[in-house]
């Protein structure tokens, strides 16, 4: 069974940093692209970054130069390394995997889950001012 599992969320300040974890397994790892959005109550599902099955990454205009997004193919595992985080970084991210997903999947969705890819249950970001 597909399965993503994501680790690493949790409550810091204003100017914290947090690193997330997504390791898969299930499926072809390095053939897929991988992704991060998040979703705070009330805002739609945004793409926070993405990396390609290529290595090519991305980056929501938000978050450049704070986040970094890596893998590591023999631990079928991506990263999210998030630094000088700011309140507005607060919302439960998700971890989304797929061949093509880049191109499959919006970078602005109603609610996150409900699209092309396979996606993980979720961790909270909360970053207190």
């Known amino acids: 069974a597909v399965q993503l599992l994501e680790s690493g969320g949790g409550s810091v300040q204003a100017g914290g940093s947090l690193r997330l974890s997504c390791t898969a397994s299930?499926?072809?790892?390095?053939?897929?692209?991988m992704g991060w959005y998040r979703q705070a109550p009330g805002n739609k599902c945004e793409l926070v970054s993405s990396?390609?099955?290529?290595?090519?990454?991305d980056y929501a205009d938000s978050v450049k130069g704070r986040f970094t997004i890596s893998q590591e193919n023999a631990k079928n595992t991506v990263y999210l390394q998030m630094n000088s985080l700011k309140p507005a970084d607060t919302a439960v991210y998700y971890c989304v995997a797929g061949r093509a997903l880049i191109s499959r999947v919006a970078k602005i969705l109603s609610v996150c889950r409900r699209a092309y890819g396979y996606w993980g249950q979720g961790t909270q970001v909360t970053v207190s001012s």
């Open positions: 299930g499926f072809t790892f390095d053939d897929s692209d």
């Open positions: 990396i390609s099955s290529d290595g090519s990454t």
